[in-house]
C-alpha cells in the first residue's frame, strides 16, 4: 500500500507564492507517475501538473507552477508562483504506475487559499 501525505498548504495573499510537498511511503516517486490535482468547492477534480516520462501542466497554470521531485526523498514538489483567487482549491497530490492498472493512490489533499 502506498500512502502518500501532502503539507506546504495555507492562505496566501494573490501574487503570492507557496511549495506544497508530498511525501511517499517506499521508493515509487521514481516509478510512479507523480502528478497534483486540485478541487475547488462545486467543481470537478483537476489536473494541475503531472511529471512522468514528461512533464504536463494545466493550461491555467503554465509558467507560474513547477513539478519536480526528489527521488532520493520519495518527495514530489509543487511550487506555486503568482497565486490568484482562482487558484483556491483543495490540493492533492496522486501516484499511478505507469503501466499496472489499479495501482493509483491519493494523499488527503491540502488547501490552498489565495485571499487579500
Given at each position: 500500500?502506498?500512502?502518500?501525505v501532502e503539507?506546504?498548504?495555507?492562505?496566501?495573499?494573490?501574487?503570492?507564492?507557496?511549495?506544497?510537498?508530498?511525501?511517499?511511503?517506499?521508493?515509487?516517486?521514481?516509478?510512479?507517475?507523480?502528478?497534483?490535482?486540485?478541487?475547488?468547492?462545486?467543481?470537478?477534480?483537476?489536473?494541475?501538473?503531472?511529471?512522468?516520462?514528461?512533464?504536463?501542466?494545466?493550461?491555467?497554470?503554465?509558467?507560474?507552477?513547477?513539478?519536480?521531485?526528489?527521488?532520493?526523498?520519495?518527495?514530489?514538489?509543487?511550487?506555486?508562483?503568482?497565486?490568484?483567487?482562482?487558484?483556491?482549491?483543495?490540493?492533492?497530490?496522486n501516484a499511478?504506475?505507469?503501466?499496472?492498472?489499479?495501482?493509483n493512490y491519493?494523499?488527503?489533499?491540502?488547501?490552498?487559499?489565495?485571499?487579500?
Amino acid at each position: 500500500q502506498v500512502h502518500l501525505v501532502e503539507s506546504g498548504g495555507g492562505l496566501v495573499q494573490p501574487g503570492g507564492s507557496l511549495r506544497l510537498s508530498c511525501a511517499a511511503s517506499g521508493s515509487i516517486v521514481k516509478i510512479y507517475v507523480m502528478g497534483w490535482y486540485r478541487q475547488a468547492p462545486g467543481k470537478q477534480r483537476e489536473l494541475v501538473a503531472a511529471s512522468g516520462g514528461t512533464t504536463n501542466y494545466a493550461d491555467s497554470v503554465k509558467g507560474r507552477y513547477t513539478i519536480s521531485r526528489d527521488n532520493a526523498k520519495n518527495t514530489v514538489y509543487l511550487q506555486m508562483n503568482n497565486l490568484q483567487p482562482e487558484d483556491t482549491a483543495r490540493y492533492y497530490c496522486n501516484a499511478r504506475h505507469p503501466l499496472l492498472v489499479g495501482m493509483n493512490y491519493w494523499g488527503q489533499g491540502t488547501q490552498v487559499t489565495v485571499s487579500s
